[in-house]
């Protein structure tokens, strides 16, 4: 059982950067894909961005060109550096795997809050 922490959470003002950190339990090199979900409040949860184990990103049109996804060659961190954030991207963003023999694991999602 994978157990995902995600870290680098807080208050930011309009136009500024956050890093968000997820941990993996376990070192994984092989994945179907690794993202960042984010929920609102009153919304669904969203993709916001996800990686392959290739490498491959891809990104929700709202954020395309502001966050980058990124994992650490030690096969256990994930990483989503957001910049230019808006007060549209407040939400609580949660790490997810989907992995390679078909389980899927989150973690408890850390805070994001952006002022105008």
């Known amino acids: 059982q994978v157990q995902l922490v995600e870290s680098g959470g807080g208050r930011v003002q309009a136009g500024g950067s956050l890093r968000l950190s997820c941990t993996a339990s376990e070192k994984i090199f092989i994945f179907n894909a690794m993202s960042w979900y984010r929920q609102a409040p009153g919304k669904q949860r969203e993709l916001v961005a996800g990686?392959?184990?290739?490498?491959?990103?891809d990104y929700a049109d709202s954020v395309k060109g502001r966050f980058t996804i990124s994992r650490d060659r030690a096969g256990n961190l994930l990483y989503l550096q957001m910049n230019s954030l808006r007060p549209e991207d407040t939400a609580i963003y949660y790490c997810?795997?989907?992995?390679?023999?078909?389980?899927?694991?989150w973690g408890q999602g850390t805070q994001v809050t952006v002022s105008s």
């Open positions: 990686i392959s184990s290739g490498g491959t990103a």
């Open positions: 997810h795997l989907d992995a390679i023999y078909g389980g899927h694991f």
